[in-house]
């Protein structure tokens, strides 16, 4: 076999990293390469399209399921790909960046699976592309290990049989790739970097280890874009030599649109699909984002306060269920993000049974597993997964028949009895420029207060702000009715980062982002014209 071509790509304003040239080879660039000619002008076309949907709902304030896929939908014939064994049981799965330690950790944890982040817990600076990529070929041929330099503390993996199952995620269709570019300057989508490097490194070493290339699918706003990537992926096994159907991808429901495509997204990736995960924070962004036109029937309370047993969510998680079981696919829940305290017991104590409540009820509801952020909250979701599944790898038998969801139910906002407080907004500020501070510094999974936030968290948080900011929200505080205004979220906000100065010391705060934190989030919780995704303005800043 000759050598392949020099790639058509140019890696451009990248600081040479150690061991990129492993990553980086020709071969797998020209992977990439062929990706990007092939799909890229599809995923823009998509975009597009997301645009004119958004424009839609703005002058309709609904949606409904679509007419012109109804015959998927009656169809009771068809189901997805059987499940690899490696993919069977997925109980317990935890989340989390693909940093050095991070990757042995979360392989040893216990949990069923690994998903393994390229996209909202991690922030795409070229270190954490490239070394993520790295990080994870060392696992797969077990020569990964780390060393604490704080501590001295050394990790390794465990025994084969004890790891958990890697499914990687992508950075999203909307997110490019600034450092590598094609030859007339247009940067590759990251999720077309992300998959392809990835998989072409690993295909066929996992399949050696008897896994498979894996993946979660996140962002996805309708079944073309699921078609797209089941069209990426059938191109990738071909050029790989593997056979088809070996992909097998978890897509995220974690857009109001999507949560009425379910079924389609499913059919559409019926050869690679292994199941649908509903995906919190994220989706309730998507119903500010998509219904910020809406009144105030759509405005959501605090983000705490809308719980999965809200009657909204409530719906979009019975119907996921019944809609993976019918067929054939895993239902995975939602994550469980609190982060316990090596100091407070009582906190721990609290946490830990909300925890149980929520993975309980998970359980009970027919979801054949469930996110945790932490290693400390594996055996609490393995013991709620346990009690109902037994010996069982999954529950997919449940069909839950007597679920009936009607389109209104998905999006009955306003069935909820509980409304945005003043408490919430200043939560809302302090999550958004803690988080965002982190963000610019390379840091995509950050804990705040006692709960690991990534990027849904926030968009969900500059998201509250825009909304109740423009539906003229009023709060009741301190005996008085105060309205929401850009004004006062500015006071908050100024506020927050005075008392940031103060709790970490003037030298800390100096070396860190935090005014251009604050900034950020200000400019996309009250400028007029609504980012689509804070990570767009915010990559523009990041620094690596």
């Known amino acids: ?252 429901i974690e857009t109001i649109t999507a949560a009425y495509e ?64 019918k067929r054939g696919a895993h239902a995975i829940g939602g994550m469980a993000a609190f982060i316990p305290s090596r100091r407070d017991e009582e906190v721990n104590k609290v946490a830990f049974e909300k925890v149980k409540a929520d993975k309980d009820r998970e359980a009970g509801d027919g979801f054949d597993g469930s996110w945790v952020a932490h290693p400390d909250l594996v055996p609490i979701a393995m013991a709620s997964f346990d009690a109902v599944l037994g010996d069982r790898p999954n529950q997919k038998d449940r069909l839950r028949e007597e679920v009936d969801v009607k389109a209104a139910d998905l999006i009955a906002v306003d069935s909820l009895d509980a409304s945005p407080t003043y408490d919430g907004l200043v939560n809302a500020v302090q999550v958004g420029i803690r988080y965002i501070e982190a963000w610019l510094r390379g840091l995509g999974a950050v804990a705040i207060f006692n709960l690991m936030e990534d990027a849904a968290t926030a968009e969900i948080s500059r998201s509250q702000i825009w909304q109740w900011i423009n539906a003229g929200v009023e709060f009741e505080h301190a005996g008085e009715s105060v309205k929401a205004t850009p004004e006062l979220a500015r006071e908050i906000a100024a506020r927050e980062l005075a008392d940031i100065r103060a709790e970490i010391g003037e030298e800390a705060f100096a070396a860190g982002r935090w005014q251009q934190a604050h900034d950020l989030l200000l400019t996309v919780a009250l400028d007029e014209d609504y980012a689509d995704f804070l990570t767009l303005p915010a990559y523009e800043q990041l620094t690596g």
Not at 28 to 45: D, G, I, K, M, Q
Not at 77 to 83: G, K, L, N, Q
Not at 96 to 124: H, Q, Y
């Open 1 to 252: 076999m000759s050598a392949p071509a020099p790639s058509p790509l140019a890696l451009v304003d990248a600081e040479p990293l150690p061991r990129q040239e492993e990553v980086l080879t020709d071969a797998a660039l020209a992977f990439v390469a062929e990706l990007h000619r092939r799909f890229t002008p599809r995923r823009n076309e998509l975009l597009a399209r997301r645009g004119e949907r958004r424009a839609e709902i703005a002058r309709t304030s609904t949606l409904d399921f679509l007419p012109e896929t109804a015959a998927v939908r009656a169809d009771d014939s068809w189901r997805v790909a059987p499940s690899p064994e490696a993919l069977n049981d997925r109980r317990v799965e935890i989340t989390g960046p693909t940093d050095r330690k991070m990757t042995i950790n979360a392989l040893n944890s216990g949990a069923k699976v690994w998903l393994a982040d390229f996209e909202d817990a991690s922030a795409p600076t070229w270190e954490n592309v490239i070394l993520g990529q790295v990080n994870l070929i060392d696992a797969y041929t077990r020569s990964i290990d780390f060393t604490d330099e704080r501590t001295g503390k050394s990790y390794a993996l465990k025994a084969p049989e004890e790891l958990a199952t890697v499914v990687t995620r992508p950075r999203g269709w909307h997110l490019d790739e600034r450092h590598l570019v094609d030859a007339d300057g247009t940067p590759v989508p990251g999720a077309l970097v992300d998959f392809g490097l990835y998989f072409f490194h690993n295909a066929q070493r996992l399949i050696d280890l008897g896994k498979g290339p894996y993946f979660y699918l996140p962002k996805t706003e309708s079944y073309l874009e699921a078609r797209l990537w089941n069209e990426v992926f059938v191109f990738a096994q071909d050029y790989v030599g593997i056979p088809q159907g070996t992909v097998r991808a978890t897509v995220l």
């Open 262 to 325: 379910m079924e389609e997204i499913l059919y559409e990736l019926r050869d690679h699909a292994s199941g649908l995960n509903a995906g919190r924070w994220d989706y309730l962004f998507s119903i500010v984002k998509n219904f910020r036109d809406g009144g105030r029937k759509f405005v959501l309370p605090d983000r705490n306060a809308v719980t999965m047993t809200a009657p909204f969510m409530r719906a979009y998680t019975e119907l996921l269920v019944r809609t993976c079981h």
